[in-house]
């Protein structure tokens, strides 16, 4: 044979094979009880077989077959009629050829068109290869379910026969459908009450995720069935004596739990397969006397077995009278076997049966003198769906929500306050989701709120989480931030934000370091910046300089103590001084006339001195004995030097000095805005417990600008104590961190406490 001829054989076999494919699938069709609209189904197909014809999928089969496929499952599976057939033999030709959706209008009419254009917007796949693509899909899917819930079905008809056939796919892309298949389409089957589909869905899925667990449980399944078997043909023998003297026309199946249930329960209960002991269910379909007798046989039929076995008291579920709101009916008991195992039976008419697998669509088979699409029924059953899927609320969060089932999706979705979807890798935090929308919101980021509640920026995001992002112009990318984000995008983007802000403020803190020493007769030399590096605990003189460049060094008192020698007067003076604005100085002038506390000259007690930043920095100095912080009740008190010296009301060393020195008491008034740091400690004291440690600096790392100094916990017997030293604004950071370490349980006391080191 000839090359030619070779190929022409193989065309010619192809051609046949498509046909007996379309055969078989009218021949479903007009086993059904719909209209018998062949003509227009005809007219489908050879549109579809033309515009698809020369392409192969991957298994190398005209492409054809799939929408054929797809369509006998739209028919079978599904029990969908004409139109939908029609649609599911069209779904892929605007996708993949050259037809536009208004060639389908003008050939097939505008509803066809319109579920094929739906198939056609959603035809990238939820999960498809871009991220915001995906967004717009998704989006796109949940609008044009609305409009025509047959988009929906036609598209399930489409992923089953893609599972299917999944075996022939790159094997990544087997893990992609496969998870997005068990995300999303076969909890999506479930709420449609395409209950036998859900279930194949999800054992193809498990099947490509999990092969070895899947293998190990279809081999268990296997060396267990004939002991199965044994076990149903004990326990149903007497039913069917009873069932048959009642003179019913019935059926007894035995139904095994699918590989992804017994999988999941494995999982879930911890429980090796051998303890799972539901794997038997006993499934009795019948044949009502009388269709209006339907539900009292249930009833017969359950009163009659519970005779012969034990029921359980608690597991009657009677969905018979309450259907399930996707059309559920059946009767479930549980009874005892003889073997003392229980086991699980379900009680149901065929039509019920039919319900169960095929969802509502098997309903209307059961209409006398069959059902037509295009109006009555169907139209009903489409509205029922449509008000399931909208139920309990129509709000998309909620809907994804129901359908959530996240397992081993690497992607979650999240909401926008917009209602936008955005994919984001699993474990990501909101500071992450913050810088995946803008850099811009990612750097000023202050806090985030996730489903309306106000979370830190540490918090980890769940699929299906609405998340607004709170910022403000003032905050700054801060170091720790390095330790909140898990995307690659933004700790790039904070690692060269930060490295950028450290070289601008170890210029400023080594020009501002510099310039002082200068002026108080020192040299920057190594001998004094291993000082200062020692003095605060620096392995790098960078990590000085950026520090005082940045202001985050406002020293105290008790800092100076650990310098010693006859040049404390000089370094009193550095550590009292000023750790710069980046502010051009203001003269000094100025801000003596407005404090006027320098020289010998009285100071009127009748003065409010007005405590601001400015002037905390330059004119005034913070007691060491009980370390006021802004919003403390604090007093002046004029040293010998001229300095204004801030205490406590309270502080004792204030009450002496007030007492011997009252003229030199003046009167003060905070006027600060959160520009300065002030060291404070947080006493807790409670039970110790797992987790404590980790819950307490999350409370404290979710206060905003805060940072931790130094944090002791010491536990004995069960109660610990801790001593937290961190930088605070004022005394409403303090307030706001004790109210929250207060709501963990186990803290029993939280007090900020006077502490030198
Ligand atoms: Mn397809």
Not at 327 to 338: I, K, P, R
Request: proline letters at 4%; charged letters at 30%.
């Amino acid at each position: 044979m000839t090359e030619n001829s070779t190929l022409k054989e193989k065309e010619k076999a192809e051609e046949e094979m498509i046909e007996q494919a379309f055969q078989q699938l009218l021949n479903d069709y007009l086993n059904t009880k719909h209209r018998r609209r062949v003509e227009i189904i005809n007219k489908a197909f050879h549109f579809a077989n033309q515009a698809h014809r020369g392409i192969k999928r991957r298994s190398g089969e005209p492409y054809i077959m799939h929408p054929i496929a797809v369509a006998r499952i739209v028919c079978n599976e599904i029990g969908l009629g004409s139109t939908s057939i029609c649609a599911a033999l069209l779904h892929d030709v605007v996708e993949d050829t050259d037809y536009t959706i208004e060639d389908i209008e003008n050939l097939f009419g505008p509803k066809i068109a319109q579920i094929v254009d739906g198939l056609t917007k959603i035809a990238g796949g939820i999960f498809g290869d871009h991220a915001s693509a995906q967004a717009e899909n998704f989006k796109k899917l949940l609008l044009t379910m609305s409009n025509d819930i047959r988009v929906i079905l036609i598209k399930i008809a489409d992923r089953l026969h893609n599972m299917r056939t999944l075996g022939s796919m790159l094997p990544n892309k087997q893990y992609k459908i496969a998870g997005e298949t068990l995300y999303i389409y076969a909890p999506l089957a479930n709420r449609l009450g395409l209950y036998k589909i859900k279930t194949e869905l999800e054992d193809l899925s498990f099947r490509y995720e999990h092969p070895e667990e899947y293998q190990e449980i279809e081999r268990k399944l296997a060396a267990t069935a004939p002991e199965r078997d044994q076990v149903f043909q004990d326990f149903t023998a007497p039913i069917r004596e009873q069932l048959d003297k009642m003179g019913l026309k019935y059926r007894i199946l035995q139904r095994v739990k699918s590989i992804y249930s017994i999988w999941n329960k494995m999982q879930t209960k911890h429980v090796p397969f051998e303890e799972v002991f539901d794997l038997l269910a006993v499934r009795i379909i019948f044949e009502p006397r009388q269709p209006e007798e339907e539900a009292n046989d249930c009833f017969h039929i359950y009163v009659a077995i519970s005779k012969i076995y034990k029921p359980h008291p608690d597991r009657l579920r009677d969905w018979v009278s309450h259907p399930k709101a996707n059309g559920y009916q059946a009767l479930h008991v549980t009874l005892m076997s003889n073997r003392g195992q229980w086991i699980e039976v379900q009680i149901r008419s065929e039509r019920m049966n039919d319900i169960a697998e095929q969802g509502f669509a098997a309903h209307w088979k059961y209409k006398e003198g069959g059902g037509s699409e295009d109006e009555g029924e169907l139209e009903k059953w489409l509205h029922t769906i449509k008000e399931i899927l909208e139920d309990p609320q129509p709000d998309a969060i909620d809907f994804l929500d129901t359908i959530k089932l996240n397992l081993f999706a690497s992607e979650i979705f999240v909401f926008t306050p917009k209602g936008e979807i955005k994919t984001m890798p699993q474990g990501c935090t909101a500071l992450d989701f913050a810088f995946s929308l803008h850099t811009d919101i990612g750097s000023h980021c202050i806090g985030a709120k996730v489903n309306h509640k106000l979370v830190p920026l540490s918090h980890k995001l769940q699929s299906g989480d609405q998340v607004e992002i709170l910022t403000s112009r003032a905050q700054r990318v801060q170091p720790e931030w390095e330790v909140y984000a898990t995307t690659a995008k933004a700790r790039a983007k904070i690692a060269s934000v930060l490295r950028k802000e450290n070289k601008v403020h170890q210029k400023e803190g080594e020009a501002i370091l510099s310039q002082y020493l200068q002026a108080e007769g020192f040299r920057l030399d190594d001998s004094t910046l291993d000082k200062l590096m020692r003095l605060y605990n620096f392995r790098h003189r960078e990590e000085l300089f950026a520090a005082i460049g940045s202001k985050k060094i406002v020293p105290g008192e008790a800092e100076r103590h650990l310098l010693k020698g006859g040049k404390k007067s000089n370094w009193k003076k550095l550590l009292t001084f000023s750790f710069g604005s980046s502010k051009e100085e203001k003269p000094k002038e100025k801000a003596v006339e407005e404090a006027a506390p320098a020289g010998t000259t009285p100071i009127n007690t009748k003065q409010v001195l007005k405590l601001t930043e400015e002037t905390i920095q330059k004119n005034y100095r913070m007691a060491d004995c009980c370390n006021p912080i802004p919003g403390d009740d604090v007093l002046g008190y004029l040293d010998d030097e001229g300095r204004v010296i801030i205490h406590k009301r309270q502080c004792p060393v204030a009450a002496r000095l007030k007492s011997s020195y009252g003229n030199r008491i003046i009167a003060t008034e905070w006027d600060t805005h959160k520009e300065l740091s002030f060291l404070v400690t947080i006493y807790i004291k409670g039970i110790d417990c797992v987790g404590l440690l980790n819950e307490v600096t999350q409370i404290i790392s979710r206060q905003l600008n805060v940072n931790i100094r130094k944090l002791v916990i010491e536990s004995m017997d069960g109660i610990f104590e801790g001593r937290i030293q961190l930088y605070v604004h004022d005394v409403d950071d303090v307030r706001t961190i004790c109210h929250n370490l207060k709501q963990v349980k186990n803290i029993k006391q939280v007090t900020r406490v006077e502490e030198k080191e």
